[in-house]
């Protein structure tokens, strides 16, 4: 009987082995069926590399003063020069400094402080989850650019405050974000098993349940730091957030309001780059989204 | 449905007594002895003038006690008076509120009635020249910022037509014609980025609606597809769509601070910024405190909205 059995296997043919895709030919096949995504992740690229060689690429001292004030853009001074005759397309290249790190300051708040009381609400549940969630609804009841500007203006308006406000009005959102696939993935039967051999919540939490689910959070990471870059934007606008002469995209529009009529390029100019920056991290958001959802693999 | 609605507003109660403690304690945060700020630039004051201010505000008190007293103030109606001018700070805040919510009003009804329309069409008519207009304004609205979006329309405004907005606001009840000419440019830089979010809603929404069974048994028995559109599809599409303006209701609030400022227009984001700018705290915590409150009510209203869309929502 089992002669015969292994007889007939012999006679079938193999099965095909497929061998599972390498990751960078996951990659490319999720960058080819997403080329937003994938200009999302070259602006982010260009936007790094901008930050990176600020000193190289900017052709002037970004505070530095000429006799010319307000000049028109020309061969010398590509985008113009602003009310005290500093070079604008240099103060925007050293602007994406400021952008980038506040992008990535106060996110790191939101996320750090966020992310920590969502994964402790969902895993906990009952009370704590209770108490966690209302006090992030209470948050959430101020809309978060005028929560932002008021803690601004009460601890007095500099780029550390702005960070520090930034950060706080998006913790909420990261709290949530991060709640939600926790009460799913705490219903496995591998976090049932870490616990009977006895492992402590602290090792649970942070060895079984936030492996699993980082993907919504590395979404949401992404897309507060498009936001992130507005609000810094919007608060140096409004003369909160970073203070001069230090080169922010937002002070410069603020400023450069003033003289519109006569110089448009002043104000024109930093608004590009505050979106395309907002752009670039919003199409990455969105193709990391659609290649990080494992029901799109 | 009642009971929902019940529940539902005794909810916002915890919440907005929630707000106001968050609101009241980060006033405590201020830099500073709020004695100076109360003197503010009259210069110094002698000890025993202190001690007076300190008892006559109450600052003497423990910080829960003083809670108490400024939120039974609050629900009475009385929201402390401006440190500027001394005028009483709800009076003015409800003044300002009527700007607030037209501004606000007018920007959601531009977005969502230029949205909607080119999103079912975007969906109902793939690859043709409405969705790729929609992929266009949903890429573009989400990042342009909208204050320099303002800015450039004032500019464009100014230098094609030599039109310039009027920096004193005409009242909709004297000049309604004036004021929808003031308020459109607001309106406009406000709706942009709202429509973008809604336009992709409204997309994605159909698309999974029409690909239900009930669209197809609509289809099936021979209903016009016009018909099948609007009254099967479009009517359970909203739903999301709806959820998704209210979402962005807080957004919209936070938006126009900056827009108001910038067009000068008096409402509750301007008197906001300007109590922030004059260090006026008495007016910043009922600014706050009267925003959030507005959006906590709006949701209300999307919540209300949702029972009413969705016969399949059986609160209780």
Redesign the interface.
């Known amino acids: 009987m089992a002669d015969r059995a292994a007889a007939l296997a012999a006679d079938l043919p193999l099965p095909s082995v497929r061998t599972p895709p390498t990751p960078a030919a996951r990659w490319r096949r999720i960058a080819a069926k997403n080329p937003?995504g994938v200009l999302g992740t070259v602006l982010i690229a260009l936007l790094v590399a901008t930050a990176a060689l600020a000193g190289l690429l900017a052709p002037f001292d970004p505070v530095a003063q000429i006799a010319r004030r307000l000049t028109a853009p020309d061969g010398i001074y590509l985008l113009g020069t602003d009310e005290f005759g500093r070079d604008i397309l240099s103060r925007i290249i050293f602007g994406t400094r400021i952008s980038l790190y506040v992008g990535m300051v106060s996110v790191g708040i939101a996320l750090g402080i966020g992310g920590t009381l969502g994964l402790i609400a969902g895993y906990f549940g009952g009370w704590i989850d209770n108490i966690l969630m209302?006090?992030m609804?209470?948050?959430?009841?101020?809309?978060?650019?005028?929560?932002a500007?008021?803690?601004t203006?009460?601890?007095?308006p500099n780029l550390r405050n702005a960070m520090i406000a930034i950060g706080i009005v998006y913790t909420p959102t990261f709290a949530r974000v991060a709640r939600g696939p926790v009460l799913a993935v705490i219903q496995n039967e591998y976090i049932a098993a870490a616990r009977t051999v006895g492992a402590r919540d602290g090792r649970i939490i942070f060895r079984h349940v936030l492996p699993n689910v980082t993907a919504p959070i590395i979404v949401q990471t992404t897309l507060s730091l498009?936001t992130a870059i507005?609000a810094e934007?919007?608060l140096s606008?409004?003369?909160?957030g970073t203070q001069p002469p230090e080169p922010s995209w937002g002070t410069m529009?603020g400023t450069g309001?003033k003289f519109?009529?006569t110089a448009?390029w002043v104000?024109?100019f930093?608004?590009f780059a505050?979106?395309?920056a907002?752009?670039g991290f919003?199409?990455l958001g969105d193709g990391l989204r659609d290649a990080l959802d494992p029901r799109l693999k | 449905m009642t009971r929902y609605l019940i529940g539902r507003l005794f909810w916002c109660i915890p919440v907005m007594l929630g707000a106001s403690v968050l609101i009241f304690v980060l006033l405590r945060f201020l830099p500073g002895d709020v004695v100076d700020i109360i003197i503010g630039s009259e210069g110094s004051a002698t000890p025993e003038v202190r001690a007076t201010i300190r008892r006559l505000f109450g600052l003497d008190q423990p910080i829960y006690a003083q809670y108490l007293v400024w939120i039974g103030a609050v629900l009475r109606g009385d929201l402390g008076s401006s440190l500027r001018t001394s005028q009483p700070v709800g009076g003015l805040l409800l003044s300002r509120l009527p700007i607030t919510i037209e501004l606000a009003f007018l920007s959601v009804g531009i977005s969502v009635l230029l949205a909607v329309p080119l999103g079912v069409l975007a969906a109902v008519k793939r690859g043709g020249p409405a969705e790729l207009v929609s992929r266009l304004v949903g890429l573009v609205g989400l990042s342009l910022p909208n204050f320099w979006l303002a800015t450039m329309l004032i500019l464009i405004a100014s230098l094609g037509f030599g039109w310039l907005p009027s920096l004193i606001y005409v009242s909709p009840l004297s000049n309604p014609i004036e004021n929808l000419k003031q308020m459109l440019m607001p309106a406009v830089s406000l709706a942009l980025a709202l429509m973008a979010i809604v336009l992709r809603m409204t997309r994605s929404a159909m698309l999974e609606v029409l690909s239900q069974e009930y669209v197809k048994t609509a289809r099936a028995k021979g209903l016009a597809e016009r018909v099948v559109l609007m009254r099967h599809a479009l009517k359970n599409a909203m739903i999301p769509v709806i959820t998704v303006v209210g979402i962005q209701m807080g957004t919209l609030f936070g938006s126009t601070v900056v827009i108001e400022q910038i067009f000068g227009l008096p409402g509750m984001g301007w008197t906001f910024v300007n109590g922030i700018y004059q260090r006026d705290y008495p007016t910043v915590q009922g600014a706050v405190l009267m925003l959030a409150l507005t959006f906590v009510f709006v949701n209300l209203l999307v919540d209300m909205a949702y029972a009413y869309l969705d016969p399949r929502i059986r609160y209780g």
């Open positions: 937003l209302r006090l609804d209470v948050m959430f009841s101020i809309p978060s650019l005028v929560l500007i008021a803690i203006g009460i601890l007095g498009s507005l934007a919007v606008f409004l003369g909160l529009l309001r519109m009529e448009p104000a024109i930093p608004g505050i979106m395309l907002v752009l919003n199409l």
